[in-house]
């Protein structure tokens, strides 16, 4: 009887335990999102979801940022930059028309190349 008491006693303090550390790390990933009781192996995993091929989709950068010097943005006659907008390692402008049209430039921090243009039009 005495040994059962026991094994009660030790299983309820390991459901205590186990409840406090469940709280804790809902609270530690609530307020850091990158936060992970365990590190990465650094192998990938076959059940791992792939990543996204949009270079936007990443949150932060990878790699830091290089120095590339100084780089020109072509913009059409009358355009006027509204906006900027940091995404990972690239840089989304806002671009506003002297016609009142809208576009997206996006800009990769670390070459300082133009990835493509986005013109924005109302639908029809």
Do not use: C, W
Request: overall charge positive; hydrophobic content about 40%.
């Amino acid at each position: 009887m005495q040994a059962l008491k026991g094994l009660v006693i030790g299983m309820g303090l390991l459901i205590v335990i186990g409840m406090g550390v469940l709280g804790y790390g809902l609270y530690k990933k609530a307020t850091d999102p990158g936060f992970k009781f365990f590190k990465d192996s650094g192998a990938p995993t076959a059940s791992a979801p792939a990543t996204p091929a949009a270079p936007i989709a990443s949150a932060a950068p990878q790699t830091p940022l290089k120095s590339f010097g100084t780089k020109s943005v072509p913009l059409a006659p009358g355009e006027t930059l509204e906006g900027v907008t940091p995404n990972g390692s690239y840089l989304i402008l806002h671009l506003k028309g002297s016609d009142g049209s809208d576009s997206l430039t996006i800009v990769d921090m670390n070459g300082g190349a133009v990835v493509g243009r986005l013109n924005l039009e109302p639908l029809k």
